[in-house]
């Protein structure tokens, strides 16, 4: 299994960015691609959670309304738009998948927690900063 996240920079601000996650060598009958997000010396945050057989999502409350993920049909590569960044949001974004214990109808904060995927991707720094 491997996972390429991209995309992280440097933004202002009220600035937008958008990560992107090339997910490849797994197929599973139904799993989950998720963002999580963690800043030096606190807990991984899980961000953002996607199934893979429909378009069942979850975001956290401090992203929600904000945030948007989004995949292609295959999921082989995810998405996550990022709107109004606010200096908080500033970490290491990391894309990881399970290994097909999340279908659709698990997508929430429970299953998209930050320690419940299997496969991790190295992370794209995202800094918002004036």
């Known amino acids: 299994v491997q996972l390429q996240a991209s995309g992280g920079g440097l933004v202002q601000p009220g600035g937008s960015l958008r990560l992107s996650c090339a997910a490849s060598?797994?197929?599973?009958?139904?799993?989950?691609i998720g963002w999580v997000r963690q800043v030096p010396g606190k807990e991984r945050e899980g961000v953002a959670c996607?199934?893979?057989?429909?378009?069942?999502?979850y975001y956290a409350e401090s992203v929600k309304g904000r945030f948007d993920i989004s995949g292609d049909v295959t999921r082989s590569t995810v998405y996550l738009e990022m709107n109004n960044l606010k200096p908080e949001d500033s970490a290491v974004y990391y894309c990881?998948?399970?290994?097909?214990?999340?279908?659709?109808?698990?997508?929430?904060?429970?299953?998209?927690?930050?320690?419940?995927?299997?496969?991790w991707g190295q992370g794209t720094q995202v800094t918002v900063s004036s």
């Open positions: 990881a998948t399970d290994s097909g214990r999340i279908s659709s109808s698990r997508v929430g904060p429970s299953a998209c927690g930050p320690y419940e995927f299997d496969f």
């Open positions: 060598g797994f197929t599973p009958k139904y799993y989950a």
């Open positions: 996607i199934s893979s057989t429909d378009t069942r999502t």
